[in-house]
């Protein structure tokens, strides 16, 4: 696949400088009063190759373009994602929205980058041109407001995944609390229910006839060996280490 387009008579010493089958970087390639820009146009964050576009400035200010529309447009779709990220951001409600636009955002902020950068070096070798400046500019405020829009979703993974961390930290120790609640409550009340379990049987066992003073007696053992599994329960949570 040729990348330059057959139409354009480029001097041979351009032409020597543009691989004819792949785009390679973005930059701009300045030989005998004419420039070349050889741009990316806005990456996906699937893309495994980058589609580019070519940007021909002919010594007397004309243009020729491989793509539709133009620098201006080319540069322009970069204004309008940058435009739909940031609108993305703003509506990310979880910490798995924030991912995946960090995701998208990461190619895109690197292609922002580069294009500024071979817009700005096509602006120093092309004097007194305003369209050039207009489109160095506008490179500019995207490379930065993209910059600014990586940096707040990093921010905002942080503090989402720190504020997950730490309720995830209070849900546990409820749980922790609830189960040791819970635990105190079974030392208490299991050996009343193994003696009342084992007097409630129906069988014979010789204490038919007892005084009713045995009850009293009976309950509080239990209850004394309850207190104590309790102090055993709440003595081994206390020593063991935090």
């Known amino acids: 696949m ?7 008579s480029l001097p041979a010493s351009l032409r020597a400088r543009i691989s004819p089958s792949t785009y390679g970087r973005q930059r701009a390639i300045l030989e005998e009063g004419h420039l070349v820009l050889i741009l990316h146009k ?3 964050a699937d893309d495994a190759i980058r ?5 021909w400035r002919k010594p007397g200010g004309a243009w020729e373009t491989s793509r539709p529309g133009g620098l201006k447009k080319h540069v322009h779709d ?12 703003e509506r990310a409600s979880d910490t798995k929205s924030l991912f995946e636009l ?39 405020d995207v490379e ?8 707040d979703v990093r921010q ?14 209070r849900l546990t120790g409820e749980a922790v609390r609830a189960s040791h609640r819970l635990n105190i409550l079974a030392a208490l009340f299991l050996p009343l229910t193994a003696i009342t379990s084992a007097f409630g049987m129906n069988l014979p066992s010789g204490m038919e006839g007892a005084s009713s ?26 020593r063991r280490p935090k």
């Open 78 to 89: 970069y204004v309008g994602l940058e435009a739909k990220l940031t609108e993305q951001y």
């Open 213 to 238: 003073a045995l009850f009293w007696i009976v309950l509080a053992f239990g209850a004394g060996v309850g207190l104590a599994m309790v102090a055993w329960v709440v003595g081994a949570s206390v």
């Open 51 to 55: 589609e580019g576009a070519l940007f």
């Open 156 to 169: 905002a993974i942080q503090y989402r995944t720190l504020r997950e961390a730490e309720e995830q930290a």
């Open 2 to 8: 040729m990348i330059v387009p057959p139409t354009w």
């Open 42 to 44: 806005p990456p996906k």
């Open 102 to 140: 960090q995701e998208e955002l990461t190619p895109v902020v690197r292609a922002g980058r580069n294009m500024s950068q071979a817009l700005q070096v096509a602006r120093e070798g092309v004097e007194n041109d305003p369209f050039l400046i207009e489109m160095r500019d506008t490179a500019s």
């Open 144 to 151: 930065r407001n993209l910059d600014l829009l990586a940096e």
